[in-house]
């Protein structure tokens, strides 16, 4: 049965290499990273093995990113007020 | 990013925290931003990306989180005070997610490799160089590899096989641990 995966930091060097490796397993990824062609980088693994996988492009040092991103789309100051 | 990944693919099975970044310098020149920002990503977004997931790998009865820390999660090497601090951190959070996901088939394992040959250790064979007047050559054989018994850098092939190891469905009672790949430098 196939897996997803999501898998941080996965454009490059140790986070590709688990990407592929999961990939050959047939399991589909969930790349992030941010490397500018990581689209292209999630389709070539995808097509390679012949699994789903999709790229997401997220700056992961706030936790708004993992939830309310749109958060991020309230100027700074309004948010320093409620937060 | 989590939202997007349920959106996209409708459950996250396996999650592999393995975002990093490194500075190298004394700590009395480490910038604080610097040290914040190694925080917020080697260390704060495993708890945040891991904290997303969680409740659904529970509800699900199924889940694998897989954290990329380093041999600099269970040793300590000079000038990389935020990094083995995050590091160290990352091997404490694994512990805790293990205990709490117990009960409900998640499993959390860290993975510490020594050095793999990545952008990220370019970088620093770089930086390693002008913090010890050496040549990058030098840097590699007497600092990088000095302190592994296995004078080679960790194929990252053999990090992909133990990430899918570890996330096997029967691999349950396989949990709370820290896999050294670091070529014996913790077995000194």
Redesign the interface.
């Known amino acids: 049965m196939s897996?997803?995966?999501?898998?941080?930091?996965?454009t490059?060097?140790?986070?590709?290499?688990?990407a592929?490796?999961?990939a050959?397993?047939g399991?589909?990824i969930?790349f992030?990273?941010l490397e500018e062609n990581g689209a292209e980088i999630a389709k070539s693994i995808g097509e390679k093995y012949g699994v789903?996988s999709?790229f997401?492009n997220?700056n992961?040092?706030?936790?708004e990113?993992?939830?309310n991103?749109w958060i991020l789309l309230i100027p700074k100051w309004v948010r320093l007020m409620f937060w | 990013m989590v939202d997007f990944a349920y959106s996209e693919m409708g459950s996250v099975d396996v999650l592999v925290n393995n975002a990093g970044i490194q500075h190298v310098a004394p700590i009395e020149d480490f910038p604080i931003e610097k040290y914040q920002q190694i925080i917020a990503l080697n260390l704060n977004s495993v708890f945040y990306a891991s904290k997303a997931v969680f409740k659904k790998m529970k509800d699900q009865n199924f889940g694998r989180i897989i954290n990329v820390s380093s041999v600099h999660g269970i040793r300590a090497s000079e000038f990389k005070s935020a990094y083995v601090t995050a590091k160290h951190g990352v091997i404490g959070l694994t512990k805790v997610l293990a205990l709490e996901g117990a009960q409900f088939n998640v499993t959390c394992n860290a993975i510490c490799p020594g050095y793999v040959k990545t952008p990220l250790v370019e970088g620093q064979i770089r930086d390693q160089a002008k913090a010890h007047q050496m040549s990058e050559e030098e840097v590699v054989e007497k600092v990088m590899l000095q302190k592994q018994a296995v004078k080679s850098f960790i194929p990252i092939e053999k990090l992909g096989e133990i990430a899918v190891f570890l996330a096997a469905e029967n691999a349950t009672t396989v949990s709370g641990s820290t896999f050294t790949l670091d070529g014996a430098w913790s077995a000194q």
Not at chain 1, 60 to 63: D, E, F, G, Y
């Open positions: 897996r997803n995966v999501l898998i941080t930091g996965s490059s060097g140790i986070g590709l290499g688990i592929e490796a999961f050959k397993n399991d589909n969930v992030n990273g789903k999709v997401k997220s992961l040092m706030t936790p990113v993992f939830k991103w």
